[in-house]
């Protein structure tokens, strides 16, 4: 048995044990009912909400961010929560995870990552009394609905940051499934270095795994020995084998989603800080409010920076601080639009 199976199955246990107070609540919601039509007032059900994360949920990255939004909305708006996690991100694999959240009571289900998109859109399609959300997604519906955290924005000053702070005139980037917030990232990252210093060279990769260290170990040390001295990482638990390449080479890192430059200053330069676990807890306070999520597609960008900014570690320059400040001022506004296409060439390892 293979570890993404084996942790699939510990989360469809996860699921059970959470989801034994469903058939009392829904007793209880029968009681009630029968108590109202002799004059008393019925208690209102919780809101029961079901996540899928595919992929490690403690990876310290993008599906660790996206459960802690859910957790977020389970501690602060008093909802139910169940969730699936620990499957790889494939279609055959998501659409039965997310019928099975369906099925077992979620009335909002909540697939975190744009790789849900088109399982998303065909599950929904199926159970059009519940609501579906893709958080980082790009779909929409008569039931379905996507909230996008604009990381692309924080990405593109990642490379703002990286043209002024190389040494050698050579970045990296790096990355693993080549999902649409991926591709916008690379893209904005891309245009960021080039709109900043046109003479810097890029080296950008896609491995095909965010959480292999060993692979995304050999490619960051093959970007450094072609003369990258800063790259920036959309991975997952991958994250770490570049790190370490890191610590080995003295190259520096800009990390993403979270601040990685509180958890590692000697090698995290900067973090592309992108709560992408917002859009969770959002489309949870949405349908508490308004009884349903969306509608279409919501997003958010660094005109919020407690969801979208770039982090700076303590040894960045005043100067470099008032170029990206500048940049960031300008994507705000408006008056500066990330581009989400790249059409450069690639590093092969």
Same mark, same amino acid.
């Given at each position: 048995?293979?570890?993404s199976?084996?942790?699939?199955?510990?989360?469809?246990r996860?699921?059970?044990?959470?989801?034994?107070?469903?058939?009392?609540?829904?007793?209880?919601?029968?009681?009630?009912?029968?108590a109202?039509?002799?004059?008393? !007032? +019925?208690?209102?059900?919780?809101?029961? #909400?079901? &996540?899928?994360?595919? *992929?490690? $949920?403690?990876?310290? @990255?993008?599906?660790?961010?996206?459960?802690?939004?859910?957790?977020?909305?389970?501690?602060?708006?008093?909802v139910?929560?169940?969730?699936?996690?620990?499957?790889?991100?494939?279609?055959?694999?998501?659409?039965?995870?997310?019928?099975?959240?369906?099925?077992?009571?979620?009335?909002?289900?909540?697939?975190?990552?744009?790789?849900?998109?088109?399982?998303?859109?065909?599950?929904?399609?199926?159970?059009?009394?519940?609501?579906?959300?893709?958080?980082?997604?790009?779909?929409?519906?008569?039931?379905?609905?996507?909230?996008?955290?604009?990381?692309?924005?924080?990405?593109?000053?990642?490379?703002?940051? !990286? +043209?002024?702070?190389?040494?050698?005139? #050579?970045? &990296?980037?790096?990355? *693993?499934? $080549?999902?649409?917030? @991926?591709?916008?990232?690379?893209?904005?990252?891309?245009?960021?270095?080039?709109?900043?210093?046109?003479?810097?060279?890029?080296?950008?990769?896609?491995?095909?795994?965010?959480?292999?260290?060993?692979?995304?170990?050999?490619?960051?040390?093959?970007?450094?020995?072609?003369?990258?001295?800063v790259?920036?990482?959309?991975?997952n638990?991958?994250?770490?084998?570049?790190?370490?390449?890191?610590?080995?080479?003295?190259?520096?890192?800009?990390?993403?989603?979270?601040?990685?430059?509180?958890?590692?200053?000697?090698?995290?330069?900067?973090?592309?800080?992108?709560?992408?676990?917002?859009?969770?807890?959002? !489309?949870?306070?949405?349908?508490?409010?308004?009884?349903?999520?969306?509608?279409?597609?919501? $997003?958010?960008?660094?005109?919020?920076?407690?969801?979208?900014?770039?982090?700076?570690?303590q040894?960045?320059?005043?100067?470099?601080?008032?170029?990206?400040?500048?940049?960031?001022?300008?994507?705000?506004?408006?008056?500066?639009?990330?581009?989400?296409?790249?059409e450069?060439?690639?590093?092969?390892?």
């Amino acid at each position: 048995m293979s570890s993404s199976v084996h942790r699939s199955f510990v989360s469809r246990r996860q699921w059970m044990a959470s989801a034994v107070a469903v058939p009392s609540l829904l007793a209880l919601t029968a009681c009630a009912g029968r108590a109202g039509i002799s004059g008393a !007032a +019925a208690p209102a059900s919780p809101l029961v #909400v079901g &996540g899928l994360f595919a *992929g490690s $949920r403690s990876d310290k @990255g993008f599906m660790e961010a996206g459960w802690r939004g859910l957790e977020k909305a389970r501690q602060e708006l008093g909802v139910q929560t169940r969730f699936l996690d620990g499957m790889a991100p494939r279609k055959e694999l998501l659409e039965p995870a997310l019928t099975q959240l369906a099925e077992q009571g979620a009335q909002l289900v909540i697939a975190h990552g744009g790789q849900n998109n088109q399982a998303a859109a065909e599950v929904a399609a199926r159970f059009p009394r519940i609501q579906f959300v893709v958080t980082q997604g790009a779909v929409q519906g008569a039931n379905l609905c996507s909230y996008d955290v604009l990381q692309e924005e924080s990405a593109y000053l990642a490379g703002v940051l !990286a +043209a002024l702070t190389t040494q050698t005139g #050579v970045v &990296g980037h790096m990355s *693993g499934i $080549r999902v649409p917030p @991926g591709l916008k990232g690379r893209a904005a990252y891309a245009a960021g270095v080039r709109d900043t210093d046109a003479r810097v060279k890029l080296l950008t990769n896609f491995s095909g795994d965010q959480d292999d260290n060993a692979l995304s170990h050999r490619i960051a040390r093959a970007q450094m020995a072609a003369g990258a001295d800063v790259i920036f990482t959309m991975l997952n638990s991958g994250r770490d084998g570049v790190t370490q390449a890191c610590r080995e080479t003295g190259a520096r890192q800009i990390g993403n989603v979270i601040d990685w430059t509180t958890v590692d200053p000697q090698v995290f330069v900067a973090s592309a800080w992108a709560d992408v676990g917002i859009g969770a807890f959002l !489309a949870v306070k949405d349908m508490q409010e308004r009884g349903t999520p969306g509608p279409g597609i919501r $997003r958010i960008g660094l005109s919020d920076p407690a969801a979208v900014r770039l982090t700076l570690g303590q040894g960045v320059a005043a100067g470099v601080r008032e170029r990206v400040a500048r940049a960031s001022a300008a994507i705000a506004s408006g008056q500066l639009k990330v581009p989400e296409h790249y059409e450069g060439q690639e590093f092969s390892a």
